[in-house]
T-cell receptor
C-alpha cells in the first residue's frame, strides 16, 4: 500500500537556525498538509496546500514558516529561524481531492530545538 | 469553532475483551466527517475508521465499530476482541465537509492491552 514518507525521522537544530522538513506524499494525491504535535498536547493543523498554493493555514503558521513543492514528488516545510517552542513532532499528510477521502499520514519528524 | 473532546486520557482492557473509547465534539455544521486514528509507539498516524455525518448507519471495519449519535454529538469507538497490537494512542478527529479540509483533533486516549 502506498505510504507518505518523511525525512529525517529526527532533526536536532540550534535555536535561530533554519530547518527544512521533507515529505513525499502518496503519488496520486492532490492535497497536502502539515500538522504538529507538541509533547503532551493535541495535534495541531499548520497548513494545507493544493495546486501549488496554500489553501488554508492556521494562526501558528506565521511568517517563520513556509511550504513548497519544489518538484513533482516532494513537499517541504521550512522554519526560517527556529525557536525553542518549535520543538514538536511534525506530521505530513496527503489526500485525494474528494472531500470524503481521509488524510494519510507519514511517520513524522521529531524536531528538537536546542 | 469546532472542538473535539476525549475525556479518557487512558483506558485498559484485557486481551480478547471489548473496550469503548469516548469522543464528543462541538459544531454548528450539519455536514462533516469524523475519524478515529491510531498512533502506535512507532508513531505513524493510522486511519482506523471514518464516519460521514449524513449517514445514519454506524461505520464498521472488522473488529472496530463506532456509535455515532449526531444529536448528542458523540462518536465512540468500540474495539472488539482486543489484541496486543491494538495498544496505541487513539485520536478522534473532525473535519468539515466544506472547503475547510483541516482535521481538528481530540487530545487522545492511551489504550493499554493487558495480556
Amino acid at each position: 500500500e502506498p505510504e507518505v514518507t518523511q525525512t529525517p525521522s529526527h532533526q536536532v537544530t540550534q535555536m535561530g537556525q533554519e530547518v527544512i522538513l521533507r515529505c513525499v506524499p502518496i503519488s496520486n494525491h492532490l492535497y497536502f498538509y502539515w500538522y504538529r504535535q507538541i509533547l503532551g498536547q493535541k495535534v495541531e493543523f499548520l497548513v494545507s496546500f493544493y495546486n501549488n498554493e496554500i489553501s488554508e493555514k492556521s494562526e501558528i503558521f506565521d511568517d517563520q514558516f513556509s511550504v513548497e513543492r519544489p518538484d513533482g514528488s516532494n513537499f517541504t516545510l521550512k522554519i526560517r529561524s527556529t525557536k525553542l517552542e518549535d520543538s514538536a513532532m511534525y506530521f505530513c499528510a496527503s489526500s485525494l481531492r474528494l472531500s470524503n477521502q481521509p488524510q494519510h499520514f507519514g511517520d513524522g519528524t521529531r524536531l528538537s530545538i536546542l | 469553532a469546532q472542538t473535539v473532546t476525549q475525556s479518557q486520557p487512558e483506558m485498559s482492557v484485557q486481551e480478547a475483551e471489548t473496550v469503548t473509547l469516548s469522543c464528543t465534539y462541538d459544531t454548528s455544521e450539519s455536514d462533516y466527517y469524523l475519524f478515529w486514528y491510531k498512533q502506535p509507539p512507532s508513531r505513524q498516524m493510522i486511519l482506523v475508521i471514518r464516519q460521514e455525518a449524513y449517514k445514519q448507519q454506524n461505520a464498521t471495519e472488522n473488529r472496530f465499530s463506532v456509535n455515532f449519535q449526531k444529536a448528542a454529538k458523540s462518536f465512540s469507538l468500540k474495539i472488539s476482541d482486543s489484541q496486543l497490537g491494538d495498544a496505541a494512542m487513539y485520536f478522534c478527529a473532525y473535519r468539515s465537509a466544506g472547503s475547510n479540509y483541516q482535521l481538528i483533533w481530540g487530545a487522545g486516549t492511551k489504550l493499554i492491552i493487558k495480556p
